[in-house]
């Protein structure tokens, strides 16, 4: 399937989105979009410094020529993230503009834009500025408040224009992280058929073809996406688009993440630096892809045919005993609640547990060939890391073995959602899998 073909196919079954233009050199059609949607509004060009020099003005300059009422907003810090005092701040320039957002930037300066859009009962223009994330087109926004990094529900923005010319010239660090997150969906697809088979998240047809039917092909090309080259680029920003819609149609992050990002939500909450920086997002993902492809590595080696289902029923605890450990757990965390609430929605009991470790001993050998055509093996995802100039080792965004065992458990418990290491806790072989 080509790229106008997949396109297509994803606007037909989204939700929110109704335009989605990529081409080269195509800012000056911002203005035609906008009034094809908002016609009579004003628009307000939401961006940072950086890209407001690199986008921002240039989409403004075009909305003036074209008669369209426009104001500006920018984000003057250097280094900000999806917070609730941005979130505070936009509401606050929306109400006094009474105008509709024009999103210039990347993951955070989108997210702010869309559930502050969302708060006024509006859509909005989405106009990225780098292939770093795939929340341009998700139903969602990852906001921090409370000291929790949440997912609001939000609607995902009604039109997006993208330019190649301007993605691909966003700094190679931002353009690697897009990789590493695209490649996410591999492990996350992965996790997902596991839920699937216990009944907890079944796959949405619709959401999963979206993107993982040409999920191989959008990553084949890591040494062009490296380079700037405008293809590679262009089909790495595309895939990220596809995965947004993805959630649009089944109306959560499911058919994008899963343990692997929960590895970067807990840097993201510990507020984690490295060398006086924070990492990206994309990177952090990046390890937390690689800790979950090796697990799936060591998951394919475990005897499913061995499990004793008597044994691990007799053997699992109460709901209670689940509830202290993930106090206990999380008591320096600073939301030190989170896998106690978690716990609380995910867990099975007894017969249930009893019912999903006979699925899966039942449907071991068709889940596992499933698993194994979905899954990259290790090695090859750090290699193809290596190549687009993601990281590829954890001491690379400051983390370490002892972190990494640290974060396990946690990332068991801290998301309600049904994940790989929830399967082997229950089937005894956690240990097996995890390093």
């Not at 990206?280 to 990046?286: D, I, L, T, W």
Request: glycine share 6%; with cysteine; charged share 25%.
């Amino acid at each position: 399937m080509n790229s106008e073909e997949r396109i297509a196919k994803a606007l037909a079954v989204s939700t929110d989105t109704r335009a989605f233009e990529l081409g080269r050199n195509n800012l000056n059609k911002a203005p035609e979009l906008f009034q094809r949607f908002f016609e009579g509004r004003k628009a307000l060009i939401v961006a940072d410094n950086n890209t407001w020099r690199v986008a921002g003005e240039a989409v403004y300059d075009f909305f003036k020529a074209a008669g369209v009422p426009v104001e500006r907003f920018l984000f003057e810090e250097e280094e900000f993230h999806a917070d609730w005092d941005h979130i505070e701040q936009l509401d606050a320039a929306i109400d006094r503009s009474g105008a509709i957002v024009v999103s210039v930037g990347s993951g955070t300066i989108n997210d702010l834009c869309k559930l502050c859009s969302h708060h006024h009962e509006q859509s909005y223009l989405t106009i990225p500025t780098a292939a770093s994330v795939d929340g341009y087109t998700s139903f969602g926004a990852s906001i921090t408040k409370d000291n929790a990094k949440q997912t609001f529900s939000c609607p995902a923005p009604v039109a997006v224009l993208a330019d190649v010319e301007v993605i691909a010239a966003a700094p190679k660090e931002m353009t690697a992280a897009g990789y590493a997150d695209l490649a996410a969906k591999v492990p996350a697809g992965g996790e997902w058929m596991i839920a699937d088979l216990v009944g907890t998240e079944p796959i949405v047809p619709e959401a999963w073809h979206i993107l993982q039917d040409d999920l191989d092909e959008l990553l084949s090309d890591p040494a062009g996406v490296a380079a700037g080259n405008l293809d590679a680029v262009g089909a790495l920003f595309e895939g990220l688009i596809l995965s947004g819609f993805a959630m649009q149609a089944a109306r959560s992050s499911r058919p994008a993440s899963c343990c692997d990002h929960l590895f970067s939500h807990i840097l993201d909450m510990t507020h984690h630096r490295y060398k006086g920086k924070f990492v990206s997002h994309g990177f952090q993902v990046a390890i937390g892809t690689l800790i979950m492809c090796k697990v799936f590595d060591n998951f394919f080696k475990v005897d499913v045919d061995a499990i004793d289902i008597d044994k691990c029923v007799a053997a699992w605890p109460s709901l209670e005993e689940e509830q202290q450990r993930a106090l206990a757990l999380f008591t320096d965390f600073p939301a030190p609640r989170l896998g106690y609430e978690s716990i609380t929605q995910k867990y099975s009991d007894k017969e249930g547990v009893r019912r999903e470790l006979t699925l899966l001993k039942e449907q071991w050998p068709v889940l596992k060939k499933k698993l194994q055509d979905q899954l990259w093996p290790y090695e090859k995802m750090k290699e193809s890391f290596r190549i687009a100039g993601a990281p590829y080792e954890p001491e690379m965004i400051g983390v370490d073995d002892a972190w990494i065992r640290y974060a396990f458990p946690v990332v068991q418990l801290m998301r309600f959602r049904y994940n790989l290491l929830d399967i082997a806790k229950r089937g005894g072989f956690y240990d097996d899998i995890v390093f």
